[in-house]
């Protein structure tokens, strides 16, 4: 601990009265918060020390890297320093192949971080320090989550110091190097494509639908038309503006048309929606484009909404449309309706669910009567197959139940997505101490700067002691703020884990507990799958059928057909309510009601009537007319004469599911 200000403070700055030199800073105080570090240092120099087991870790972020010099290069420094202690031992090595510096989970480092909490590393080098991270956070915390696991770290380029305030003071200013030069390189690029899309030119990435690019690869590459998309386009723009048709309908006459995506996929009203917003049909292209801000590629944008690495640069592109098409195309456009996008962690069953095809269901919001629902994907092929849809909470409802018996009937340890909470615990304490002596030190680097300013020693000497205290408190306070969103993260984490242990580590499980994403996870782990076992069912989209409710409302049941007498009294009623263009239509009005009451008992789809009853859309047209006029409640009144009926077919919420598990239990009949 600090001692204060006086004679202390002006003999560390000027010099130990023995002559001895005494540096400058904050480092050169004493006390435990100086020494505070969480893994031993590497001591080579003594050679009776037990031998240290060595982990190599290697990153390269690019494929011309991991292809010519990078990871080599790496390995050659990294070998050539543990050769030079004699105590140390390499025992392998760990690599990110394209990773980016600028996070801090990848596969390579995380399992190196295993071998470490599983003993089996005591130190971890470096060729440098921006193979840790190219930003300073991604150093500090890779750093942090090495020497917590039990390791420490080594640099070949760089003496990191003595861990605690020696280290941290050491890594500071290299790290706000690494990502200063990380910032020039993204800046140098950005400004480079910035000047080739003022100058006309493509700055980059794949041409838009409908062009090609024209000198690939070589200095001045430009868009030329693509004669093979241009076609598409141009018989895109004339289906759009013809209007009648929806995105799937034209999807689909892509599709019946045998022309696919540019990756040769069959088109569907998603990926068709994002190119009829592409810059075939706008007649020009841009380059940051602010508006687009959804799916994996879009413009990052300040605080203020603006670009954020320079202007929009509206790029001019061969014409494929003339200009009255364009605006035509425009105006059409507006009446489709844009797809709605849903992320996948709402719908934690896609992928588990099978229809009657065989094919996968997906997450579907019906945006009709707000509900969210499975639809099976092969409704979207050429020829629809038909599987019903499915309502999501129901179906997430019985698949939660069998999750939770299968849980139930597993030993604790055999359960999946267990977390260790006892290692993110040890990780959570080992690194709000680190933060506690960082806001000490903070503190007492304020005390020591107060006490210099009061000093009456020569300006000079006060002046030069006050840089070098604000550089070493400055570092201190930059160090400390990396510290706090790290333990923002790890508390975090430790928070997941507990209500994880809490939900799983239960008695009676249960798995709705559990947000969305982590259910899906939790299935994908269990090998969850859900067939439907009732191949017949149909799910009734939208608004229920007025003719069962009605029926249902009244608790009349559906009569049987008519005989030849009743029929005769039943047209008889029909021509004294209704004028004769009615019993004009081709529509056989006796085998229509037949249909109608078939459909009562059976439940049957209109787009599946039988056809001797006739046109399913004429027969439904006149069943809704009857029932509005209130001749339908006279015809049934007239049919149930005689007291017999059954009561009319109401459908489940769902089919019968049959669920299983990689764990080899079923479920059959979930209904």
């Not at 088109?267 to 602010?290: C, D, M, Q, S």
Request: proline content about 6%.
């Amino acid at each position: 601990m600090w001692r204060g200000c006086g004679l202390r403070t002006f003999l560390l700055f000027m010099g130990d009265p023995s002559g001895a030199p005494t540096p400058w800073g904050l480092a050169s105080l004493e006390g435990t918060d100086m020494q505070q570090g969480t893994a031993p240092h590497a001591e080579d120099t003594d050679r009776r020390s037990p031998a240290l087991a060595v982990a190599a870790y290697m990153r390269v972020s690019t494929a011309e890297q991991k292809r010519r010099y990078g990871v080599p290069a790496q390995a050659e420094a990294t070998r050539a320093f543990v050769k030079q202690r004699a105590t140390w031992r390499l025992e392998g090595t760990w690599e990110d192949l394209g990773e980016s510096g600028s996070t801090t989970s990848r596969p390579g480092l995380n399992e190196l971080l295993a071998e470490i909490v599983e003993g089996r590393v005591d130190v971890v080098v470096v060729s440098s320090l921006d193979r840790l991270g190219r930003t300073e956070a991604a150093i500090w915390h890779c750093l942090w989550q090495i020497e917590d696991a039990g390791a420490a770290v080594e640099c070949c380029d760089l003496d990191l110091g003595e861990p605690g305030l020696d280290k941290w003071l050491t890594i500071d200013r290299p790290a706000r190097s690494v990502e200063a030069d990380y910032s020039r390189i993204v800046t140098r690029t950005q400004s480079g494509r910035q000047l080739k899309a003022v100058d006309g030119g493509w700055p980059g990435g794949p041409a838009p639908y409908g062009y090609r690019i024209s000198g690939k690869g070589a200095f001045g590459s430009t868009l030329e038309v693509d004669p093979t998309e241009a076609a598409v386009v141009r018989l895109l723009a004339d289906l759009v503006i013809e209007g009648g048709s929806t995105l799937m309908d034209l999807a689909e006459e892509l599709n019946r048309r045998g022309i696919p995506t540019r990756s040769g996929k069959p088109w569907t009203r998603a990926n068709l929606h994002r190119r009829l917003k592409g810059a075939a049909f706008l007649g020009e292209a841009v380059f940051r484009r602010p508006d687009q801000q959804w799916g994996g590629h879009c413009t990052r944008l300040d605080d203020s909404g603006q670009p954020l690495y320079g202007e929009s640069v509206v790029i001019p592109l061969p014409a494929i449309l003339a200009a009255d098409r364009i605006h035509a195309f425009q105006r059409a456009l507006a009446e489709l309706a844009r797809p709605r996008r849903t992320p996948l962690g709402e719908y934690p069953l896609t992928g588990r669910v099978h229809g009657p095809c065989g094919r996968p269901y997906v997450g579907c919001f019906r945006s009709n009567d707000g509900v969210r629902t499975y639809r099976c994907s092969g409704w979207q092929q050429n020829v629809s197959c038909g599987c019903p849809y499915l309502r999501a909470d129901y179906v997430e409802e019985q698949v939660a139940r069998y999750v939770n018996v299968l849980l139930a009937s597993m030993p604790l340890p055999d359960r999946p997505m267990m977390p260790l909470s006892s290692e993110v615990q040890t990780r959570l304490n080992l690194h709000v101490e680190r933060v506690r002596s960082l806001e000490r030190l903070v503190a007492q680097g304020a005390e020591e700067l107060d006490g210099l300013r009061r000093q009456t020693l020569p300006s000079s000497v006060v002046a030069a002691a006050v840089r070098q205290l604000r550089a070493d408190q400055g570092a201190l306070v930059r160090v400390l703020a990396h510290a706090r969103d790290w333990l923002e993260e790890l508390d975090a984490q430790a928070g997941r884990d507990g209500r994880l242990s809490a939900v799983l580590g239960a008695t009676a499980p249960d798995s709705q507990d559990l947000s969305p994403s982590e259910q899906r996870h939790l299935i994908e782990s269990l090998g969850v799958r859900v067939d439907i076992a009732d191949r017949e069912f149909r799910y009734r989209e939208g608004t229920k059928c007025l003719t069962m409710q009605w029926h249902e409302g009244t608790a009349t049941p559906v009569p049987p057909d008519p005989t030849d007498t009743q029929w005769a009294r039943i047209d008889e009623f029909l021509r004294s309510r209704y004028r004769p263009h009615h019993f004009r239509s081709p529509l056989d009005l006796r085998a229509a009601l037949t249909g109608m009451l078939h459909r009562l008992r059976t439940g049957v789809l209109w787009r599946d009537l039988p056809e001797r009853f006739g046109d399913p859309r004429k027969v439904r047209f006149r069943q809704r007319t009857w029932l509005a006029d209130g001749v339908w409640a006279e015809i049934m009144k007239l049919l149930g004469e005689g007291g017999e009926g059954t009561p009319v077919l109401i459908h489940g919420a769902a089919p019968a599911l049959s669920i299983r598990s990689a764990y080899g239990v079923d479920r059959a009949g979930i209904s």
